[in-house]
């Protein structure tokens, strides 16, 4: 008997991951995997977009500690994967507890004002990125 894959999918709100979308709604998937509507209860974060939508998703859903599987239907999408049927979706889905995982590490910056009061911490995958409000900043 297969093993159920629970999905929680997060896509571009374009028409670039429109076919990801189609292919959960229709079923085209197979029995063995299903979509769940609450992150908890997932197994896999399947993410269909560019590199921004994956870091968007690890950065939200990251909590979760559950892996990452990324489409890519951005732009670039060198952190994605080129998936381009529902059949080769299946196939690499299917076969998702065969997988050997990867735990990456995320960074932790912290924001701090001129007096060293902490303003703000957040999680970052690979770099960050500060751009001022306004004027020159001092580093």
Request: proline share 2%.
């Amino acid at each position: 008997m297969a093993i159920m894959i629970k999905v929680y999918l997060l896509t571009n709100h374009d028409k670039r991951a429109a076919d990801i979308r189609k292919w959960f709604k229709a079923n085209k998937l197979g029995r063995a995997i299903s979509l769940t509507a609450k992150p908890a209860l997932a197994d896999l974060f399947v993410v269909a977009g560019g590199d921004g939508a994956l870091l968007h998703a690890i950065r939200v859903l990251g909590k979760y500690a559950k892996p990452f599987f990324g489409i890519n239907r951005g732009t670039s999408g060198f952190l994605l994967n080129p998936i381009e049927t529902a059949e080769e979706l299946t196939q690499v889905l299917e076969k998702f507890s065969a997988c050997k995982l990867i735990k990456l590490h995320m960074l932790k910056g912290e924001l701090t004002s001129g007096n060293g009061n902490k303003i703000k911490s957040f999680y970052a995958f690979n770099d960050f990125y500060v751009k001022a409000a306004r004027g020159n900043c001092r580093i």
